[in-house]
């Protein structure tokens, strides 16, 4: 039986060992390829080692640093900010949803079910933002928008409901009021599923390309993802006129393709860095948020 269990845990190991790799090793070889140079990449190929180190494709993202540096920070804002208040805003909508003297909550449970299945589409959000809350061309364009999301505030619901209902009891006999006992009780104890909600919300967010592209016109106000997204179509248009008449407006080859893979890792890398002090809340918060109760 001991050998059976053995062999059972080394097969076990070896898989996970594997899947593990399948997700790391993609990752160094981006980090490989975005620090090699254009024409080692396409004499040899995509290599874990470098056959040429090269800095030619940071170079080329950072030839205008303080505009990579603004979008990082406009970036970080706007994540945070969003993040917190969608953490706040969801949760405080949840609780009184969960307790079970709430008389409202089977009218506002359909109703939040109502907007998970049928929305205006983009052109009334386009012009809701813009036209009647003028929030176009503006810092809070990535603030409001989506700051509530129903299958989230279902999440926290179901993982309140599972919560003791004897430490509720307890603190209202002690004269606590609803807020003080969600802030006190519910939220300390609700650790796991806030910090997996308000994970996945900062890499929504951290991703968010198409805000900017529908509503951003100044360039101090785009996102990370929606300037790097310009970077690489700006080199790929400047690639395909090398070796035509115009090509001498061009200059030196760029870096196209070694730049893609230096533009993911800076795109990613924050949110790969962040991850680590998640993830085990991660798991634990998404299974037992929705399956509880």
């Not at 070889?29 to 254009?38: D, N, T």
């Not at 509530?148 to 999440?155: C, G, K, M, R, Y």
């Not at 008449?245 to 990613?268: D, F, N, R």
Request: with cysteine; glycine share 6%.
């Amino acid at each position: 039986m001991k050998k059976k269990n053995y062999a059972g845990r080394i097969v076990l190991n070896a898989v996970l060992i594997l899947m593990s790799l399948g997700y790391i090793v993609p990752i160094l070889l981006m980090i490989a390829i975005s620090f090699s140079s254009e024409q080692s990449v396409r004499d040899y190929g995509y290599m874990l080692i470098p056959k040429q180190f090269s800095l030619e494709a940071y170079y080329q993202v950072f030839k205008n640093p303080m505009k990579i540096i603004n979008a990082y920070k406009v970036t970080i804002l706007f994540t945070v900010l969003a993040t917190a208040l969608s953490v706040v805003i969801q949760t405080l909508m949840a609780y009184p949803l969960s307790r079970a003297n709430y008389n409202k909550k089977k009218f506002l449970t359909v109703y939040l079910m109502i907007t998970m299945f049928f929305s205006g589409g983009l052109v009334p959000s386009y012009i809701l933002n813009t036209q009647y809350l003028h929030i176009g061309n503006t810092f809070w364009i990535y603030i409001f928008p989506g700051l509530v999301s129903a299958w989230n505030v279902i999440l926290f619901k179901t993982f309140f409901k599972g919560l003791p209902e004897g430490l509720v009891e307890a603190a209202k006999l002690d004269g606590a009021s609803e807020f003080m006992v969600y802030r006190r009780i519910i939220m300390p104890l609700s650790t796991p599923i806030i910090a997996c909600i308000a994970f996945t919300t900062a890499l929504a967010k951290w991703n968010d390309w198409n805000t900017s592209l529908l509503y951003i016109r100044r360039s101090d106000l785009y996102s990370l993802q929606y300037l790097l997204q310009r970077i690489i179509n700006e080199s790929d248009y400047i690639k395909s006129m090398q070796g035509t008449a115009a090509s001498s407006l061009v200059g030196t080859e760029l870096p196209a393709e070694t730049m893609k893979y230096a533009v993911a890792i800076l795109a990613a890398g924050p949110m790969m860095i962040v991850f680590p002090f998640f993830q085990k809340y991660f798991a634990k918060g998404l299974v037992v948020g929705s399956v509880k109760g």
